[in-house]
């Protein structure tokens, strides 16, 4: 699969232009293609994997946690987008709609579902009955639509895959609880699976999904500064219960509207990934989820090689063994530079070399693609060695990811104090807010920078609003965003 | 989740209704509700676990074979099914199209997929160029649509889940080699992981996927007579690859198409894994997918259920430990003979029952879903027993199956010997065919039956075509079908 890689000759420097390095990062990894329809992309195999990776590790933790995967259907009549008033605002703009269907006009025109809670929402009518049927605790994994007017590939594309969790509970302490446990479960597997630090925090409610009482969300930071959301968690009330009519028979034989909750993260996460980690040698991907965590290349001269493959080849098969995800690149028809260069690009997290002399010294030598640090260590201690490497790379790469951030955080006063900080530095702001919508609509006009979240742990405490100058009800972080 | 099951009072029983056996024992089991979609249904925890545990197995054998999976895109330009004669032709009928998105009416309709060929094809033209590109090996996991007419939940829905494979290669051979391996794969895992023997044969020219040169499939035997495809395996010539201008530069450097190939399963499999099992006491689901292969079951008087729970725990960690999909049901408001109907109707293979004199003996009973065999076996000969139980139960399914199906086989001579056959017995039969549409349409016509496949192992040959009495080119195997 050669065309979209040779397409690439040289990644642009992030600085020169972040956009372009990170399209020809991708297109030079192989991750994607664009495809004949607007807005929507190819996961080419090396892309895909990724996503993969995440499903594996994420539904691990939502089994763990009580939940259960289901499908629900593509199509959502269209009447059913009307019954919760919010959410119909908010997503009717983006809606595409099967309109014929085998060679017939349909009655009631399909949306194709942007996200489910509609959907559910009539199915849980249908399946709850009393107390004992709570909480519900499902999951799906799903392709979604949104008809973006600007796409980005992985960052937001028309259609997309995610997961969405929709649970039902008695009370608003459980959905509560249930909205918190999987902020909590996003923000653990943004940091310790893609080593990508994340502000939590709530929405303020004009950044709320459309439907929801409180949305929570994970703001991770790119490296030109802008913000992706990585995963968000609601707490829908009773909205989607009284819309829908899901009720139960409470502990005291009475009729109560359920409280639902949604989560959601998406292959979205897969564009922050490149984003946060990423250089000017194109991927760099965190051991925790690069499919192929340490490749082993062999050096030196055509006499020796036989020898050195061989030693390589035991070596690999004890990595293999110990779990890690290791491949042998041997080709003789590329050099050993090519090599170096091909897998820094993909972001291959370790590279192992061994040549004529590292056999005569019983050693082999660890490099790692973050740091470019060389570690000459014994083979009798290769194993323990690479994975202790893998181990500080991850921490190494969250590491950096923070000190960008915290290098790149700022706190203003006022607009004025925004506007110039985004002139000369990108990043984040904390700033004081009153809570009216108009004032955070005058920051987003006048600096092109949406509230984030408001976050839970603020590193400070803004006193007065950066828009009026009022008495600030919250400390908000704001930034631009993808 | 209450609704579905309570709706099913007794399970109707297959002598009575196969249909309604059916039916009640999916509600009943809480595999499945209707959606609100017509044709649509949403695939409740229980059931979507059957299809979690089909992907989990097809994969790995996918991955081991060489293959990787990518995502193409759920819309299709209408213009490209345009490019292959057969296929849209075969196809359109069905196809749902989005003619409005965003608030706006679309200027070229969009298809929902109902297969990837089209979208494959144009994408593989942009990668591949040269023989280095070759064989190019994915699958994809996916939702597709067909616009049915008549549906049936898991066997026929308008939206359903499957994987599509897609190949391409330097030359029919490899090309070939490929359909066959797959065919195999899914041969393999019908009768060694589903307990579901198969025929394996190619489909007439008139049942062979539209664009196809040839298709090939697995047939399984549903326990009214009546036939699934259980999985098709296509060698597509280069018939995408003219319609997408699929080329490579060959090892002479010339231009050539590529060979390309698809193959899929759905979750139909679902369905005939439930037909082909399942009896009047409800599901019986063969080991090697079932969710849970054992529940445990304490028995006796309330004054020795402390000590008896406490030594089914100790044999569940055993178990567990073991490898063993294992859960107990020490539900006290709940009366073990409710709990034995409750876990057969829901098909889990081996129930294991502990009393206070299997207690005193150092015993312990394990019963077969299947078979109702009661073992009573030494606890500390607990897991190798169980394991053993499993064993057997799935070798006792497959040939139970088998067994169903040699006899409801016959072969036939004539369309009259067909339709009395079928009046008299369910079931599938080896005929004669001399090789013309209109013979087999005649076929069709006459008794409802169609081609199911030319097996590649016959059991029997026939000299004359069943409806023109002329010299037979192939004995054919036909049947109603879902």
């Not at 991907?285 to 192929?292: F, G, N, S, V």
């Not at 908000?476 to 631009?480: A, K, P």
């Given at each position: 699969?050669s065309?979209?890689?040779?397409?690439?000759?040289?990644?642009?420097?992030?600085?020169?232009?972040?956009?372009?390095?990170?399209i020809?990062?991708?297109?030079?990894?192989?991750?994607?293609?664009?495809?004949?329809?607007?807005?929507?992309?190819?996961?080419?195999?090396?892309?895909?994997?990724?996503?993969?990776?995440?499903?594996?590790?994420?539904?691990?933790?939502f089994?763990?946690?009580?939940?259960?995967?289901?499908?629900?259907?593509?199509?959502?009549?269209e009447?059913?987008?009307q019954k919760?008033?919010?959410?119909?605002?908010?997503?009717?703009?983006?809606?595409?709609?099967?309109?014929?269907?085998?060679?017939?006009?349909?009655?009631?025109?399909?949306?194709?579902?942007?996200?489910?809670?509609?959907?559910?929402g009539?199915?849980?009518?249908?399946?709850?009955?009393?107390?004992?049927?709570l909480?519900?605790?499902?999951?799906?994994?799903a392709?979604?639509?949104?008809?973006?007017?600007?796409?980005?590939?992985?960052?937001?594309?028309?259609?997309?895959?995610?997961q969405?969790?929709?649970?039902?509970?008695e009370?608003?302490?459980?959905?509560?609880?249930?909205?918190?446990?999987?902020?909590?479960?996003?923000?653990?597997?943004?940091?310790?699976?893609?080593?990508?630090?994340?502000?939590?925090?709530?929405?303020?409610?004009s950044?709320?999904?459309?439907?929801?009482?409180?949305t929570?969300?994970?703001?991770?930071?790119?490296?030109?500064?802008?913000a992706?959301?990585?995963?968000?968690?609601?707490?829908?009330?009773?909205?989607?219960?009284?819309?829908?009519?899901?009720?139960?028979?409470?502990?005291?034989?009475?009729?109560?509207?359920?409280?639902?909750?949604?989560?959601?993260?998406?292959?979205?996460?897969?564009?922050?990934?490149?984003?946060?980690?990423g250089?000017d040698?194109?991927?760099a991907?965190?051991?925790?989820?690069?499919?192929?965590q340490?490749?082993?290349?062999?050096?030196?001269p055509?006499?020796?090689?036989e020898?050195?493959?061989a030693?390589?080849?035991?070596?690999?098969?004890?990595?293999?063994k110990?779990?890690?995800?290791?491949?042998v690149?041997?080709?003789?028809?590329?050099?050993?530079?090519?090599?170096?260069?091909?897998?820094?690009?993909?972001?291959?997290?370790v590279?192992?070399?061994?040549?004529?002399r590292?056999?005569d010294?019983?050693?082999?030598?660890?490099?790692?693609?973050?740091?470019?640090?060389?570690?000459i260590?014994?083979?009798?201690?290769?194993v323990?060695?690479?994975q202790?490497l893998?181990?500080?790379?991850?921490?190494?790469?969250?590491d950096?990811?923070?000190?960008?951030?915290?290098?790149h955080?700022?706190?203003?006063?006022?607009?004025?104090?925004?506007?110039?900080?985004?002139?000369?530095?990108?990043?984040?702001?904390?700033?004081?807010?009153?809570?009216?919508?108009?004032?955070?609509?005058?920051?987003?006009e006048?600096?092109?920078?949406?509230?984030?979240?408001?976050?839970?742990?603020?590193?400070?405490?803004?006193?007065?609003?950066?828009?009026?100058?009022e008495?600030?009800?919250h400390t908000?972080?704001?930034?631009?965003a993808y």
């Open positions: 699969m065309n979209d890689k040779q397409f690439v000759k040289e990644i642009t420097p992030q600085s020169e232009d972040f956009s372009r390095w990170y020809d990062t991708i297109k030079k990894a192989d991750l994607m293609s664009y495809s004949p329809v607007r807005g929507c992309i190819v996961f080419k195999p090396d892309g895909y994997e990724l996503w993969e990776n995440i499903q594996k590790e994420l539904d691990r933790r089994k763990e946690t009580g939940h259960r995967n289901a499908y629900f259907p593509l199509f959502i009549p009447s059913f987008f919760e008033k919010e959410h119909v605002e908010g997503f009717n703009p983006e809606l595409p709609f099967v309109t014929e269907a085998g060679g017939e006009k349909l009655e009631e025109r399909l949306a194709i579902r942007p996200t489910s809670e509609t959907m559910v009539h199915m849980y009518a249908e399946w709850i009955q009393s107390y004992r049927d909480p519900l605790l499902i999951n799906q994994w392709n979604v639509v949104r008809w973006e007017k600007r796409t980005m590939p992985f960052l937001r594309t028309s259609e997309f895959l995610w969405e969790g929709h649970t039902a509970h009370d608003e302490a459980d959905a509560r609880k249930e909205t918190m446990q999987m902020l909590e479960i996003y923000r653990d597997f943004a940091e310790n699976y893609l080593a990508i630090p994340v502000i939590m925090g709530q929405k303020t409610p950044e709320k999904f459309a439907g929801a009482v409180d929570f969300s994970i703001e991770a930071m790119m490296k030109d500064g802008k992706v959301q990585a995963g968000t968690s609601h707490y829908l009330g009773t909205n989607f219960a009284v819309a829908f009519d899901i009720k139960f028979l409470d502990r005291e034989n009475q009729q109560q509207f359920c409280h639902t909750t949604s989560w959601g993260v998406s292959t979205r996460l897969i564009g922050a990934l490149i984003m946060v980690h250089d040698r194109g991927l991907l965190p051991p925790k989820i690069a499919p192929t340490v490749v082993m290349i062999p050096i030196g055509a006499k020796t090689r020898q050195v493959n030693r390589v080849r035991e070596l690999y098969a004890e990595l293999k110990a779990g890690v995800r290791v491949m690149d041997d080709d003789p028809s590329q050099s050993p530079g090519w090599k170096f260069n091909e897998y820094e690009m993909r972001g291959v997290p590279r192992v070399e061994l040549g004529p590292d056999m010294n019983g050693q082999v030598v660890l490099v790692s693609r973050i740091t470019g640090e060389k570690r260590v014994a083979q009798d201690r290769f323990e060695e690479v202790k893998l181990t500080e790379t991850h921490q190494e790469m969250y950096r990811a923070k000190r960008f951030r915290d290098d955080m700022a706190q203003v006063d006022t607009i004025e104090d925004l506007k110039s900080f985004l002139e000369q530095k990108r990043g984040f702001v904390y700033a004081g807010w009153c809570g009216s919508n108009a004032c955070e609509a005058q920051v987003k006048e600096t092109g920078a949406t509230s984030r979240n408001i976050p839970f742990e603020p590193e400070v405490h803004k006193s007065t609003c950066l828009a009026c100058g008495a600030a009800k908000v972080v704001f930034g631009r």
